[in-house]
């Protein structure tokens, strides 16, 4: 099926080598190839190995060897001495090589990157007002580095350029704080306030830690916001991301939200076209404590309401329910959107994961449809 897959590119990718319509491809193909994304996975472990190795000089005995023969060298004939001391000249560098590669090829079990070395801060710009970097006033440009927090006011606006890989716009009344930044991590505090983020990058590597979850970039853009009680609001409007926390997750595609609460983690995410009455029905049994008749009521209108569009949520609801609520929920999902083949009532009511998988791969297809970012994807694919 894809023929043109990047497995040479993700080298060069992972560390930001890769520039313009070259990088998105990349993360096209990457988002839908389950094969490069298992290579960009290994590839990715190798450079955090990598980035862990320390510094080694040779060991003092060698160079005491190499001065001791140097030395003999010179005592013999000018000719032979020209060809010792180009010999020489040779043999250090493939001796430091040598003894370099060993210690990278013990400590990576074979696999060699050379890492290039990441920036500690994120360049700012202006966009309106005067944000604030450590509570201090920056001009038209600035940086923020690991550790700082950047604040706008009620008239303040900033950009923020994530190393290599994209950008986030932050909007007022906003205060976020960088909290690493290196080849194979990229990652934010949002404590309060709005941000736009435009990545282009590998999947799982631009994150945004807020109060009641952690939205992990799958190569898109999104809009995220947290009030003062610490709840969240996602909205994706290109690609896929991930929310997790200690005790749920949540896969939310393009032109869909999911909300999150401190102490619950992240909601089940909803197209945003979704009926009021499904909207409301959702947050009542994501949010609230029901009583058994109150929560029965908000279960079928949820289902009652349900398009096959909505296939998304309620294949999330699926490990969210137990009991007879799940076996509702699979009937009403298998009416909008049959099982693949080798998947099975009983299966997935014991949430077997390897049937769940088959069917959230199944209702993918459904979901790229509106996904700008997969149709060029295709398009890259099927040339």
């Given at each position: 099926m894809f023929a043109k897959h990047v497995s040479k590119k993700l080298s060069a990718y992972c560390n930001g080598e890769?520039?313009?319509?070259?990088?998105?491809?990349?993360?096209?193909?990457?988002?839908?190839?389950?094969?490069?994304?298992?290579?960009?996975?290994?590839?990715?472990?190798?450079?955090?190995?990598?980035e862990t190795l320390p510094v080694v000089s040779a060991p003092a005995s060698l160079l005491a060897e190499l001065d001791v023969r140097l030395e003999q060298q010179a005592s013999q004939a000018p000719q032979t001495r020209r060809r010792a001391t180009l010999i020489s000249a040779f043999t250090?560098?493939?001796?430091?090589?040598?003894?370099?590669?060993?210690?990278?090829?013990?400590?990576?079990?074979?696999?060699?990157?050379?890492?290039?070395?990441?920036?500690?801060?994120?360049?700012?710009?202006?966009?309106?007002?005067?944000?604030?970097?450590?509570?201090?006033?920056?001009?038209?440009?600035?940086?923020?580095?690991?550790?700082?927090?950047?604040?706008?006011?009620?008239?303040?606006?900033?950009?923020?350029s994530v190393g290599r890989i994209g950008s986030v716009e932050i909007d007022p009344n906003t205060r976020v704080r960088l909290m690493e930044?290196?080849?194979?991590?990229?990652?934010?505090?949002?404590a309060r306030g709005r941000m736009h983020a435009s990545i282009w990058a590998p999947p799982r590597l631009f994150f945004v830690n807020t109060p009641s979850a952690v939205a992990a970039d799958l190569g898109c853009a999104y809009t995220l916001e947290v009030d003062d009680a610490g709840a969240g609001l996602l909205h994706v409007t290109v690609g896929w991301v991930a929310l997790d926390s200690a005790n749920r997750s949540a896969i939310v595609p393009a032109g869909a939200s999911c909300a999150t609460r401190q102490g619950m983690g992240p909601g089940t995410p909803y197209y945003e076209d979704a009926t009021e009455a499904f909207r409301t029905a959702l947050a009542k049994l994501d949010f609230e404590q029901l009583d058994s008749g109150a929560r029965e009521n908000a279960l079928i209108s949820v289902l009652n309401?349900?398009?096959?569009?909505?296939?998304?949520?309620?294949?999330?609801?699926?490990?969210?329910?137990?009991?007879?609520?799940?076996?509702?929920?699979?009937?009403?999902?298998?009416?909008?959107?049959?099982?693949?083949?080798?998947?099975?009532r009983e299966g997935v009511l014991r949430l077997d994961e390897r049937m769940l998988d088959l069917w959230r791969d199944e209702l993918k297809l459904g979901w790229f449809k509106n996904d700008p970012l997969w149709r060029r994807a295709w398009r890259w694919i099927w040339g």
């Open positions: 890769l520039k313009g319509d070259e990088a998105r491809q990349v993360a096209e193909h990457v988002l839908v190839c389950q094969r490069c994304h298992r290579e960009l996975d290994e590839v990715k472990l190798g450079v955090r190995l990598a250090w560098p493939r001796l430091t090589f040598a003894f370099t590669s060993l210690l990278i090829a013990i400590a990576l079990g074979g696999w060699f990157f050379i890492v290039r070395p990441s920036t500690t801060s994120w360049e700012v710009e202006r966009l309106e007002g005067a944000p604030r970097i450590d509570s201090e006033n920056m001009g038209e440009q600035g940086r923020l580095g690991i550790g700082e927090w950047l604040e706008t006011d009620a008239n303040s606006r900033a950009l923020l930044t290196r080849a194979t991590e990229h990652r934010l505090a949002l309401e349900a398009r096959p569009r909505d296939a998304l949520t309620l294949w999330h609801l699926l490990s969210r329910t137990s009991g007879e609520e799940r076996a509702h929920v699979y009937d009403r999902l298998a009416a909008l959107v049959p099982p693949p083949a080798g998947v099975t």
